[in-house]
């Protein structure tokens, strides 16, 4: 299910069947956690035949306006403009208290830079399960914690893992852009 900033910037900029498409595309992903076009396509609600499938999604995924500038860069700017200056602590834990917790499963590693200052959102993060932490505090506060935080940042190696041969597989994708 997509976030509901998202579903509203989505209905403004596609047309129904375009949203049912990214909507369903997106539940799939979810679903399945595979990016391979060929294995979503055998997933693909569709009463069609297997080669159809195969190209309905492909067509979808080759639309120009389906490009970061033209559809996602939107949604990003919104949510700057709306937020200028530095957010506080708690505007960043609330942040955080939403993206987290879908991630449970994995290692995250949360690096910060100047805006993430904040000693209580640092003790906060190491609340947090598997959530290791680098964040540009002030004085040098705890620089221990955030020195041993970022050389276990290899959270992120096992995260390209799962994007290429350990779930997604992002590198057998076969698009044209």
């Given at each position: 299910m997509l976030p509901e900033n998202y579903q509203k910037h989505l209905v403004t900029q596609l047309n129904k069947m375009q949203y049912l498409m990214v909507s369903i595309l997106v539940q799939l992903l979810?679903?399945?956690?595979?990016?391979?076009?060929?294995?979503?396509?055998?997933k693909f609600p569709s009463p069609i035949l297997l080669a159809s499938r195969r190209r309905?999604?492909?067509?979808?995924?080759?639309?120009?306006?389906?490009?970061?500038?033209?559809?996602?860069?939107?949604?990003?700017?919104?949510?700057?403009?709306?937020?200028?200056?530095?957010?506080?602590?708690?505007?960043?834990e609330e942040i955080l208290s939403r993206i987290l917790p879908s991630l449970k499963d994995y290692k995250k590693v949360v690096l910060g830079d100047r805006e993430f200052c904040s000693v209580?959102?640092?003790?906060?993060?190491?609340?947090?399960?598997?959530?290791?932490?680098?964040?540009?505090?002030?004085?040098?506060e705890y620089l221990d914690e955030a020195l041993k935080s970022y050389q276990k940042r290899w959270g992120i190696e096992e995260m390209f893992r799962d994007f290429k041969s350990g779930g997604y597989n992002l590198e057998d994708i076969s698009t044209h852009r």
């Amino acid at each position: 299910m997509l976030p509901e900033n998202y579903q509203k910037h989505l209905v403004t900029q596609l047309n129904k069947m375009q949203y049912l498409m990214v909507s369903i595309l997106v539940q799939l992903l979810q679903s399945y956690r595979w990016v391979r076009l060929e294995e979503l396509s055998n997933k693909f609600p569709s009463p069609i035949l297997l080669a159809s499938r195969r190209r309905k999604p492909q067509r979808f995924l080759d639309l120009p306006i389906l490009t970061l500038e033209a559809l996602w860069l939107p949604i990003i700017l919104k949510y700057i403009r709306t937020h200028q200056g530095n957010s506080d602590a708690a505007t960043q834990e609330e942040i955080l208290s939403r993206i987290l917790p879908s991630l449970k499963d994995y290692k995250k590693v949360v690096l910060g830079d100047r805006e993430f200052c904040s000693v209580d959102l640092a003790k906060w993060l190491k609340s947090q399960s598997k959530t290791y932490f680098c964040l540009r505090l002030k004085k040098n506060e705890y620089l221990d914690e955030a020195l041993k935080s970022y050389q276990k940042r290899w959270g992120i190696e096992e995260m390209f893992r799962d994007f290429k041969s350990g779930g997604y597989n992002l590198e057998d994708i076969s698009t044209h852009r």
